[in-house]
């Protein structure tokens, strides 16, 4: 018996098609369609037909449509059960910068200091004992849009006045200048122009949402690099993001060094605690050991792979208390891929069982 999925896209035309890519490669073992989340009757489409596990691809652009996502994820999942992967708390503190920093701190798990702020004059009161460097983030916006270190307190007060009485919260509305790669992206443009049109209302969209009535500080980590920190699955893998200027985020530079085992430990606890199975995670490393940064269930992946172990691309298994080491290529599609094949197993394994 196929497994029968919901493929729920978001405000983005594009955004779903790995999921369609994933679909069509396991097409023997699964059906699928496609219901637009964010139209007015995505719930009668969602219930016009049955189905196992609504496979989401939360929008990552705006906060309006953010909202919307969340909301009807929320009564998908509380009210009428359906079975959502990634499940619905990967969802709610994914591109929610805010919900991610009280969620951190609530569970007990190590990460930068963070303070939100609703209220300029206690911003303006809370930047007169910070410690600077301070990171300021803004709650949506990937690959470090929105990330700006603030140096000495006249930097700080000029981001916090623009932001509660200005245009909004700074943060780069056009294309990542820092990532390199022009030629490759010149190319493409050149052989797709109608892309072009795509690109320039995604930066239209961003400059015209710019954020406003609060902000959200960090506490500065001194640091050359992050660990990107994946679980789908069962499967593991790690790469180092490398810093460009004063961020690591966004920047596209990598390094394949041979991840520790105790930073597999760290993700796995944390994603076994609460039955994550498409997870991102960035860490710091400290003298206070290891510092989330950032979650994400849905990330972006320029190679073909995420990990390399003594220069062959692989994963890592948690298997009889200790870590396994297979080759092979499991990143593919963005890891689309590998998460379809996690929950067709599943699928297939529930199948057995009820037998």
Known sequence: MKLKVIVLRNESEKDHLPWIVACDTYRDQVSSRIVNLTASGWLEDIQAEPSDVLLAKPGGLTALFKQLYDERVYILSRYLGYDMFPSPEEIFIYENKRMLSYWLKANGIPHPATTVIYDMSEALEYLSAAVYPVVAKTNIGASGSGVRVLHNRSEAVSYTEATFRGKGAPERTGPNLEK???????????RHPGDINGKLKIYRTRAASLQRGFVIFQEHIDHSFEWRAVRIGESYFAHKKLKAGEKASGSLLKNYDNPPTGLLDFVREITD?????????DI???DRGYLVNEMQCIFGQSDSYQMLVDGRRGRYLFSESRWLFEEGDFAINECYNLRLQYLVDRHESTLRQQR
């Open 180 to 190: 390199g790669g022009y030629l490759k992206r010149g190319l493409h443009y050149l």
């Open 284 to 286: 710091f490393e400290s």
């Open 273 to 281: 605690k609460h039955g994550f199975r498409s997870q991102a995670v």
